[in-house]
């Protein structure tokens, strides 16, 4: 997987803010609340790894930061633009790549990337050299004429991060971005997100695979019951809980420790 991608552009009117800035976030259903007055800042070009076991509020967080989700209570900004108040520009900024996919099952690669450009504004001619180059960047040139549901789970994994790149955010998310890869792919993928991140891009991760978080993420912040239990810096983290690794303090923290 070669790389090849023009670095994100750095705009005057976000330059001086952090990627994400979240306040006091509450997020309930019902009466249940998911995520608990949780507050955390991504600066510009981290690898930012959020971790929690199933149902903490990972992936609550991360649709209330693009939109998908609404909340009761507390603030986020990406690069200073509000998402609630100023939701095109904000929504501008992201790319993200969801742990299921939401793709239309009858549109093929190309026609996927296309669209999703067309979201942003971008008409197609001016489109084609970016959706282009992505389908080769993902080995899925020879796929582009190939419907969803003719593309293999790994295929299916990569047209998912393409697409997130297609309008050239500064900002990308990805949730459980490995699922479902072999292992080989899964290496190429995190040579690729170190090379973007190396060139700019601010990456916030969610992951199972805590392996990868530990390999990629600089700085980690683990939720649990909706609240945020760690954020700190990799190495300081592992070391301020005397542990030999990024497994170990996660499950001291989330209390899920085996017993032997």
Same mark, same amino acid.
């Given at each position: 997987?070669?790389v090849?991608?023009?670095k994100p552009?750095?705009e005057?009117d976000?330059a001086?803010h952090g990627a994400?800035r979240?306040?006091?976030?509450?997020k309930?259903?019902? #009466?249940?609340i998911a995520?608990?007055?949780v #507050?955390? +800042?991504v600066?510009? =070009?981290e690898?930012?790894?959020?971790? =929690?076991p199933?149902?903490?509020? !990972?992936?609550?967080?991360?649709n209330a930061i693009?939109?998908l989700?609404t909340?009761?209570g @507390?603030t986020?900004?990406?690069f200073?633009?509000?998402v609630v108040?100023?939701?095109?520009?904000?929504?501008s900024y992201?790319?993200?790549?969801p742990?299921e996919?939401?793709?239309?099952?009858?549109?093929t690669?190309?026609?996927?990337?296309?669209y999703?450009? @067309?979201?942003?504004g971008i008409?197609?001619?001016?489109?084609?050299?970016?959706?282009?180059?992505l389908l080769?960047?993902f080995?899925? =040139?020879? !796929?582009r004429?190939?419907?969803?549901?003719?593309?293999?789970?790994?295929? !299916?994994?990569? $047209?998912?991060?393409?697409?997130a790149?297609?309008?050239?955010p500064?900002l990308?998310i990805l949730?459980e971005?490995?699922?479902g890869?072999?292992?080989?792919?899964?290496?190429?993928?995190?040579?690729f997100?170190?090379?973007i991140?190396d +060139?700019?891009?601010?990456?916030f991760?969610?992951s199972?695979y805590?392996e990868?978080?530990?390999?990629?993420c #600089?700085r980690? @912040?683990?939720?649990?019951?909706?609240?945020?239990?760690a $954020?700190?810096?990799k190495?300081?983290?592992?070391?301020?809980?005397?542990?030999?690794?990024?497994?170990?303090?996660?499950?001291?923290?989330? =209390?899920?420790?085996a017993?032997a």
């Open positions: 997987m070669t090849a991608l023009e552009a750095v005057a976000g001086a994400v979240i306040r006091h976030l509450i309930r259903y019902g #009466s249940m995520v608990d007055d #507050s955390f +800042d600066a510009p =070009g690898f930012f790894g959020f971790l =929690g199933n149902g903490a509020g !990972k992936t609550t967080t991360i693009v939109g989700a909340f009761q @507390g986020i900004e990406v200073g633009a509000d108040r100023d939701y095109r520009r904000s929504r992201i790319g993200l790549s742990q996919f939401n793709f239309d099952r009858y549109l690669a190309e026609e996927i990337l296309t999703q450009a @067309g979201y942003y008409t197609p001619s001016r489109a084609k050299p970016r959706v282009d180059a080769e960047q080995e899925l =040139g020879d !796929k004429r190939a419907t969803y549901l003719q593309l293999s789970g790994g295929m !299916k994994r990569r $047209l998912a991060l393409a697409r790149l297609v309008h050239s500064r990308l949730d971005p490995t699922a890869l072999d292992v080989e792919l899964r290496l190429e993928l995190w040579d997100l170190k090379k991140n +060139d700019g891009m601010t990456v991760l969610t199972h805590l990868e978080v530990e390999l990629l #600089s980690i @912040g683990i939720i649990n019951h909706g609240k945020l239990v $954020l700190e810096d190495a300081a983290l592992i070391a301020r809980h005397g542990q030999g690794s990024l497994q170990d303090v996660f499950l001291e923290l989330v =209390g899920k420790r017993h």
